[in-house]
């Protein structure tokens, strides 16, 4: 066999999908995993994708089987493991050679090794899961734009196809691309929290049976609420467990996994400055949602906290519009972190290009993409909230969204991120806010002055200063 056009190192979940792609659009692939016997699992249960696989026992073996200049994607954890792979890799490769994390990482690190990995390197954001990554996901790319060049073919053969377009697209230099998939990843989880807590309030509040969940979820997705989250939380709530017969969502412990990226979004957003307080929430209802011993202790001792809604329970129609405000505040909040990070970092992102990108194959894909790219078109620095077409939707919509969140908070059920949008909403409409306070409490203590409204001069006193 000729020299593979592309290398990759990581046969799990994600990296075997990835193979299966490449292999699938034409492009040899030779891989090495870890444990190797994962390695020899694959390529026999390729089929006829094989005889563009070349699987590798060693390091060097990698090396030697792939056509020069080099490209070898990584596809394993972040942190650690990925130094070490650039560490074993880089030793055993030319000048030229590209080496490609394509895992989920922190920006910074891919900054730092943008710069000191020894050679060619590229970050890249991968979205879409296994399904995604098996037969087109939406990329998000960062680094020298040469080395995307070098690969953006066979990226954008893999890659998700929106009506012609490939969903492939170089963000920046550096860690533009993993921060623009931490972003993606940060909104990913604000969505998911508010479909748990409509999923909420439709079982607890409502008492309503998981079919009849399912079944509005799946109209839900007929509607402006389609998106792939919405599609397979439907999905979800209708699934039977095949060992108790019972639906899934019964069996499943209530504590949500989370791997890092919605955390690093909300602790960089910090360090911008950027306000993305449905996220925030996301984040910190999975790390409660972890601590299911004190919940279970706080149930104890102060009693369950959600209960029937009764007469006050929102319509159907009125969960569909809250949910549809919030997702928009969930990417509004988004893409003002996105805008924020392109001034500090002085890295131009595509606003537009980036709703774009997730139109397709990534997991935050929803019907509103494409109305937002055309808004980010517009005026990419505006905040979406702004956007005529989606300041009408929230102006229509946010009544609906204050009802549900008065009734699920009247009885007792926690809605976090929908609050927290509510409240981001009436917080970016109110032009006479209470910080005036805060200022006023900053100067009695610590003498920070004051900026006097009447006057506009800075620097001032109040009366205890002497
Ligand atoms: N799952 C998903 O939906 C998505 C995941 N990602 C990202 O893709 C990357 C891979 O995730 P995923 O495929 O789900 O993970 P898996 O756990 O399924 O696979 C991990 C892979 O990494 C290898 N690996 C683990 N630790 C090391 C190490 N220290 N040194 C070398 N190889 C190692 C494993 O090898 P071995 O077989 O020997 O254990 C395996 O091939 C992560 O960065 C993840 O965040 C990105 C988008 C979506
Ligand atoms: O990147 C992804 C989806 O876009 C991965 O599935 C990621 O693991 C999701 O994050 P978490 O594990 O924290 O829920």
């Given at each position: 066999?000729?020299?593979?056009?592309?290398?990759?190192?990581?046969?799990?979940?994600?990296?075997?999908?990835?193979?299966?792609?490449?292999?699938?659009?034409?492009?040899?692939?030779?891989?090495?995993?870890?444990?190797?016997?994962?390695?020899?699992?694959?390529?026999?249960?390729?089929?006829?994708?094989?005889?563009?696989?070349?699987?590798?026992?060693?390091?060097?073996?990698?090396?030697?089987?792939?056509?020069?200049?080099?490209?070898?994607?990584?596809?394993?954890?972040?942190?650690?493991?990925?130094?070490?792979?650039?560490?074993?890799?880089?030793?055993?490769?030319?000048?030229?050679?590209?080496?490609?994390?394509?895992?989920?990482?922190n920006f910074r690190d891919?900054s730092?090794?943008?710069?000191?990995?020894?050679?060619?390197?590229?970050?890249?954001?991968?979205?879409?899961?296994?399904?995604?990554?098996?037969?087109?996901?939406?990329?998000?790319?960062?680094?020298?734009?040469?080395?995307?060049?070098?690969?953006?073919?066979?990226?954008?053969?893999?890659?998700?196809?929106?009506?012609?377009?490939?969903?492939?697209?170089?963000?920046?230099?550096?860690g533009?691309?993993h921060f623009v998939?931490a972003v993606h990843n940060g909104i990913?989880y604000a969505?998911?929290?508010?479909?748990?807590?409509?999923?909420?309030?439709?079982?607890?509040?409502?008492?309503?049976?998981?079919?009849?969940?399912?079944?509005?979820?799946?109209?839900?997705?007929?509607?402006?609420?389609?998106?792939?989250?919405?599609?397979?939380?439907?999905?979800?709530?209708?699934?039977?467990?095949?060992?108790?017969?019972?639906?899934?969502?019964?069996?499943?412990?209530?504590?949500?996994?989370q791997?890092g990226t919605g955390r690093w979004t909300a602790v960089e957003a910090q360090h911008l400055g950027a306000a993305i307080p449905a996220i925030e929430a996301a984040v910190a209802a999975r790390n409660?949602?972890?601590?299911?011993?004190?919940?279970?202790?706080?149930?104890?001792?102060?009693?369950?906290?959600?209960?029937?809604?009764?007469?006050?329970?929102?319509?159907?129609?009125?969960?569909?519009?809250?949910?549809?405000?919030?997702?928009?505040?969930c990417?509004a909040q988004g893409f003002a972190m996105i805008n924020a990070a392109s001034d500090e970092f002085?890295?131009?992102?595509?606003?537009?290009?980036?709703?774009?990108?997730?139109?397709?194959?990534?997991?935050?894909?929803?019907?509103?993409?494409?109305?937002?790219?055309?808004?980010?078109?517009?005026?990419?620095?505006?905040?979406?909230?702004?956007?005529?077409?989606?300041?009408?939707?929230?102006?229509?919509?946010?009544?609906?969204?204050?009802?549900?969140?008065?009734?699920?908070?009247?009885?007792?059920?926690?809605?976090p991120a929908?609050?927290s949008?509510?409240a981001w909403?009436?917080t970016v409409?109110?032009?006479?806010?209470?910080a005036?306070?805060i200022?006023?409490?900053?100067?009695?203590?610590?003498?920070?002055?004051?900026?006097?409204?009447?006057?506009?001069?800075?620097?001032?006193?109040?009366?205890?200063?002497?």
């Amino acid at each position: 066999m000729a020299k593979a056009e592309i290398g990759l190192v990581g046969l799990g979940t994600m990296g075997s999908a990835l193979a299966l792609n490449i292999a699938d659009k034409g492009h040899s692939v030779a891989v090495w995993n870890r444990t190797h016997s994962h390695t020899e699992a694959f390529v026999q249960e390729a089929g006829p994708l094989a005889e563009r696989i070349v699987p590798a026992e060693t390091h060097a073996d990698l090396v030697a089987a792939l056509a020069e200049p080099r490209a070898i994607i990584l596809m394993v954890p972040a942190g650690a493991p990925v130094d070490e792979q650039i560490a074993a890799l880089r030793p055993l490769l030319g000048p030229d050679d590209l080496i490609i994390d394509a895992g989920n990482a922190n920006f910074r690190d891919t900054s730092r090794r943008a710069t000191d990995s020894g050679g060619p390197f590229l970050g890249i954001g991968v979205s879409g899961g296994e399904e995604g990554a098996r037969h087109g996901p939406s990329i998000m790319g960062g680094g020298e734009r040469a080395y995307w060049d070098r690969v953006a073919h066979i990226l954008k053969d893999i890659a998700a196809d929106y009506e012609g377009t490939p969903c492939a697209t170089w963000m920046g230099e550096k860690g533009a691309g993993h921060f623009v998939k931490a972003v993606h990843n940060g909104i990913e989880y604000a969505d998911m929290q508010m479909i748990a807590e409509t999923y909420g309030i439709l079982r607890d509040g409502m008492g309503m049976g998981y079919d009849a969940i399912a079944d509005v979820f799946a109209k839900w997705n007929d509607g402006p609420l389609a998106s792939y989250l919405i599609e397979i939380s439907a999905k979800v709530a209708a699934a039977t467990d095949a060992r108790t017969g019972e639906p899934l969502l019964t069996v499943i412990a209530d504590s949500a996994g989370q791997k890092g990226t919605g955390r690093w979004t909300a602790v960089e957003a910090q360090h911008l400055g950027a306000a993305i307080p449905a996220i925030e929430a996301a984040v910190a209802a999975r790390n409660l949602s972890a601590k299911a011993d004190m919940r279970a202790t706080g149930e104890e001792l102060f009693g369950a906290g959600p209960q029937p809604m009764g007469p006050n329970a929102p319509s159907l129609d009125s969960l569909e519009q809250a949910l549809m405000a919030g997702k928009i505040m969930c990417y509004a909040q988004g893409f003002a972190m996105i805008n924020a990070a392109s001034d500090e970092f002085g890295w131009a992102l595509p606003l537009p290009e980036i709703a774009r990108v997730w139109r397709a194959g990534c997991i935050i894909r929803s019907a509103m993409l494409n109305d937002m790219a055309d808004a980010l078109a517009e005026d990419p620095a505006r905040n979406l909230l702004f956007a005529p077409f989606f300041a009408d939707k929230v102006r229509a919509a946010a009544p609906a969204l204050r009802e549900v969140v008065i009734a699920a908070q009247a009885a007792g059920i926690a809605v976090p991120a929908l609050a927290s949008g509510l409240a981001w909403f009436d917080t970016v409409r109110t032009a006479r806010g209470t910080a005036d306070m805060i200022q006023g409490q900053r100067d009695f203590f610590g003498l920070h002055g004051f900026v006097r409204r009447d006057t506009g001069e800075s620097g001032q006193h109040g009366p205890w200063a002497s």
